[in-house]
C-alpha cells in the first residue's frame, strides 16, 4: 500500500465525525422531484458550530455540473452554508429564495489589467465606481471584490501610492453607505489563468496591508485568498493574526492544485480554521476550490464545510 493511500485512510476516517450521516446525505436533496411512496424524506439541513460562517462559488459544483443554480441553493442551503460569491444580480433573488446571500459581489467596473493602481484611468473609474456602491447599498450588500492591477512596469511602491489616492477619493462614500471594498490578492507565480495571475501587483501579502494602514478606513479592507498567500509568502497563521483587521473576506482553495482543502494538498485548513476562529473575524470564508476530476462535487462539499466548521 502507497503512503498517500495510507494517509488517505486516516484522514477520510478523521472526517468521519464531521461529516453527517449517510441518511443525511445529498443524494435526493438536488433532484426537485417529489420521492416515491415510502422513500425517505429530503435531508434535513446540516447544523453547523457558527464560529466560522461559510459560503460556496459556483466552481465548487464543476464546471460540467448539470445541476441548475436553483439546485446548487437548495444544497448549499442544506449544507449550512451562507451564500455565494460573484453572483449576478439576476441571481441574486435565487439566492435569497432559500434564505442565502451575495456575500461577495462583483468588482463592478475594476478591471483586472487596470486596476485601481493606473492613475490615467482614476477619472472614468471613479465616475463608474460611484453609483456601483449606491447599487450595492440599496440591496444590502455589504462587501464587494476589488483588484490591484497588473504593473506593467510600474514599482510597487508607486503602484500603492496610486492606490492608497484613489482608495482616500472614495472612502467617505463606502463609510456612508456602509459598503467595504475588499482588494484581493494573487499569486504572480503561475502563469496559468486558473492557477495566478500575470504580473498583478498585489502578490505579497504586505503591498495590500500598506495600502489598508495607509488608507486608514474601516471599509477599505483585503480579500485574502489563502490559495495565493501560501504560494506567495507562507506563514499563513503569523499574517493572518498580525493584519486581521484589514481582512474582510476568505477564499480557500488547496495547493498545488487549487482543488480540495483535504489531506491531497498541503495546507492544514482544520489548523486555518481554528486561527480564523480565535480572531475577531466577523466575514465569511468562501470556498474557490475546484473539483478534483472524478470525485462527486456534493461529497466534496460537504466535507470542505466539515473541515472548517470548528
Partial sequence: MKRRDVLGGVAAAGLVAMLPA????????????????GAQPAPAKIPRKGRIKQGLWRINFGANTTLSFDDQCREAARVGAYGFDLIGPEDWPTLRKYGLEPLLAGAGPVTFPNGLI???????????????????AKEKI???????????????????????????????????????????????????????????????????????????????????????????????????????????????????????????????????????????????VSHEWRVTPGRDPIRSIEEALAIMDV
Avoid at 493606473?118 to 450595492?136: C, M, Q
Fill in 142 to 284: 455589504r462587501t464587494f471584490i476589488s483588484i490591484g492591477g497588473q504593473k506593467r512596469g510600474m514599482p510597487p511602491e508607486q503602484a500603492a501610492d496610486n492606490a492608497v489616492v484613489f482608495l482616500n477619493k472614495i472612502k467617505s462614500q463606502l463609510e456612508d453607505k456602509n459598503v467595504t471594498i475588499a482588494v484581493e490578492n494573487m499569486n504572480n507565480k503561475r502563469l496559468d489563468p486558473n492557477y495566478g495571475r500575470e504580473d498583478q501587483v498585489f502578490g505579497h501579502w504586505e503591498w495590500g496591508v500598506n495600502v489598508c494602514e495607509r488608507v486608514s478606513s474601516p471599509h477599505v479592507k483585503l480579500v485574502c485568498d489563502l490559495y495565493h498567500l501560501q504560494i506567495m509568502d507562507g506563514d499563513i497563521a503569523e499574517n493572518l493574526r498580525k493584519s486581521i483587521q484589514w481582512i474582510a473576506h476568505f477564499h480557500t482553495a488547496g495547493v498545488p492544485q487549487r482543488t480540495e482543502i483535504d489531506y491531497t494538498q498541503e495546507m492544514n485548513y482544520r489548523y486555518i480554521a481554528q486561527v480564523i476562529a480565535e480572531l475577531p473575524f466577523t466575514g465569511y
Fill in 22 to 37: 449517510a441518511g443525511q446525505q445529498s443524494g435526493g436533496a438536488r433532484t426537485g422531484q417529489t420521492p416515491p411512496a
Fill in 118 to 136: 493606473h492613475s490615467e484611468v482614476h477619472k472614468d473609474l471613479e465616475t463608474a465606481i460611484r453609483p456601483y456602491i449606491d447599487s450595492l
